[in-house]
């Protein structure tokens, strides 16, 4: 079995590489459609630039050559994990990245992780009460929260919680200048990152609570499941040790796939709380076109989720051991 699993993750990672070299290829011929670049940007600021000083930084940037030149430039310093230099802030894209990573995949894994666990026990509760009043309630409130805004959701829980209750932080990822360490530096993190996390996470509650109970629902009327009814095992014991082991194989697999949808919708929820990662940074470099930024980002956050999907994938093959074998 070890020997199985070893050479699934071998054959993952394998794929890995020309996935990721290909994503990048396509980010930097699409982000250099796009018009103006950080010459532009660094010669309006100055606000009295002339055109030869603005051509000046376009040779010193290396964007006045031709943008055969410039990819190859480029795949040739990724290959050897070089992201260059952010042209406005003139530090290392490694370095500006790697300050902002660890707050974005703090908020990633936590609503992903509320996400997962909320919406399977929901889901399931939902299911062993088909019909029933508890179930179209939670269908409801399920259809509710899906359809609700993601930036609306966050404004109107930093309203309640925060200005009218008062009892928790509306913004930012720590108390500033409060000097806190050890345990009390991540219970401040963590009483921060409850409203974000939450308005992030809430979203995808409401889809795997759906999958969960139709899943549920197919998995109910299988063959084994008439078995351990007949053998007299109760209702719980059939859904949470029998029938949800099944019935989590779709809900895994979306998990895996809504990975960079999570990463993207981070750059709002950061936005509106004020949390320091990686969509912050996202926004501000697509703001000034610095470009060698937000190629940066985006070839980090496709190794996020290309990771991300490994594990989803090893997940899958501890749930379905079969998968392993293919």
């Given at each position: 079995m070890k020997k199985a699993t070893f050479q699934f993750v071998l054959r993952r990672l394998l794929q890995v590489v020309p996935v990721v070299l290909a994503i990048a290829a396509f980010n930097f011929l699409l982000l250099r459609m796009a018009p103006g670049d950080a010459a532009d940007i660094l010669a309006?600021?100055?606000?009295?630039?002339?055109?030869?000083?603005?051509?000046?930084?376009?040779?010193?940037?290396?964007?006045d050559?031709?943008?055969?030149?410039?990819?190859?430039?480029y795949m040739g310093k990724l290959l050897t994990l070089d992201l260059g230099?952010?042209?406005?802030?003139?530090?290392?894209?490694?370095?500006?990245?790697?300050?902002?990573l660890p707050a974005t995949l703090i908020l990633m894994v936590s609503a992903i992780l509320l996400a997962v666990i909320v919406g399977i026990c929901i889901g399931i509760a939902a299911a062993r009460r088909q019909g029933r009043l508890a179930d179209n309630?939670?269908?409801?409130?399920?259809?509710?929260?899906y359809a609700t805004p993601a930036f609306w959701l966050g404004l109107m829980l930093i309203v309640?919680?925060?200005?009218?209750?008062?009892?928790?932080?509306?913004?930012?990822m720590m108390q500033i200048g409060a000097?806190?360490?050890g345990l009390a530096h991540v219970l401040d993190v963590t009483w921060h990152l409850i409203l974000p996390a939450t308005t992030l996470g809430l979203f995808y509650v409401a889809i795997y609570t759906r999958l969960m109970r139709a899943s549920m629902l197919e998995v109910y009327g299988l063959d084994f499941i008439v078995t351990a009814r007949a053998k007299g095992l109760s209702e719980g014991v059939i859904a949470w040790t029998h029938a949800m082991r099944n019935a989590l194989l779709p809900v895994v697999t979306l998990a895996g796939v809504q990975i960079g949808h999570l990463l993207g919708g981070s750059v709002l929820v950061e936005t509106v709380f004020g949390w320091p990662g990686l969509g912050r940074l996202v926004f501000d470099a697509l703001l000034q076109r610095d470009l060698n930024l937000l190629l940066g980002i985006l070839f980090i956050s496709s190794v996020v989720?290309?990771?991300a999907n490994l594990v989803v994938d090893l997940v899958?093959?501890?749930l379905d051991p079969r998968i392993v074998h293919r």
């Open positions: 309006g600021q100055m606000g009295h630039a002339t055109v030869e000083f603005t051509e000046q930084l376009r040779r010193e940037f290396g964007l050559r031709p943008l055969y030149q410039q990819f190859f430039i230099m952010s042209h406005l802030q003139q530090t290392p894209v490694v370095d500006l990245i790697v300050d902002r309630l939670i269908s409801v409130a399920a259809l509710l929260v309640l919680f925060s200005i009218k209750l008062d009892i928790l932080p509306s913004g930012g000097g806190h360490e989720v290309v990771i899958y093959g501890l």
